[in-house]
């Protein structure tokens, strides 16, 4: 493990993992800009960009990503999940991003069918996917349920040359569910007293 107290260092840290666990409680300060930085990789304007979001708005998500890159992304979606308030709005796009929305949270199905159309299409750059977050997903799926979609998921990003970060709040499951789930992921990064830690396989 190695302490990474930047998110340019967390990324390089990070290297060719395809699969990311992001273990960051909730509201953690400095977990947008990692989130980010992971996110964006070292060519932003090149990538294919894809983020899930269960509780923010499209146009708040591709707000974070202009603010930390300055710059539009080649291609991208922004898939809102689920009927809270910050898929309201229902954009059809933010800033030429596309915008696809899931409405049920606990439909693991269609969600799936708007990450495949992505990760199996012919993109501009290299796919980088955010998923924000399983805890959410957790709270409208069984552990078992939630495994075999990350399972699946974690393969195609792998078989797209993709790229994939996952948040989850470790406070908020027990020991067994993260183990479970972190045997998905080719790293792990955890944050505890505002430093960052970084496990690989």
Avoid: I
Wanted: hydrophobic fraction near 45%.
């Amino acid at each position: 493990a190695e302490q990474v107290p930047e998110s340019a260092q967390l990324s390089a840290t990070v290297g060719d993992s395809a699969n990311v666990l992001l273990l960051a409680p909730s509201f953690q300060e400095g977990a947008r800009e990692v989130c980010m930085g992971l996110l964006a990789g070292d060519a932003p304007g090149e990538a294919t960009v894809v983020g899930v979001t269960y509780t923010q708005s499209p146009t708040a998500w591709m707000t974070d990503w202009l603010d930390h890159t300055g710059v539009a992304p080649a291609d991208g979606m922004v898939v809102c999940v689920g009927d809270g308030a910050g898929c309201e709005d229902r954009p059809a796009a933010v800033n030429a991003v596309e915008v696809a929305y899931v409405d049920k949270a606990a439909n693991l199905t269609d969600l799936g069918v708007r990450l495949s159309e992505v990760l199996t299409a012919d993109t501009q750059g290299k796919v980088r996917l955010c998923v924000d977050s399983l805890t959410v997903l957790l709270q409208y799926a069984t552990a078992d349920q939630a495994f075999r979609f990350l399972h699946a998921l974690t393969g195609r990003v792998q078989r797209a040359d993709g790229v994939a970060h996952f948040h989850l709040d470790p406070t908020a499951h027990d020991e067994q569910t993260l183990a479970t789930l972190k045997s998905l992921f080719d790293a792990v990064v955890t944050v505890e007293d505002g430093e960052w830690e970084v496990r690989t396989r």
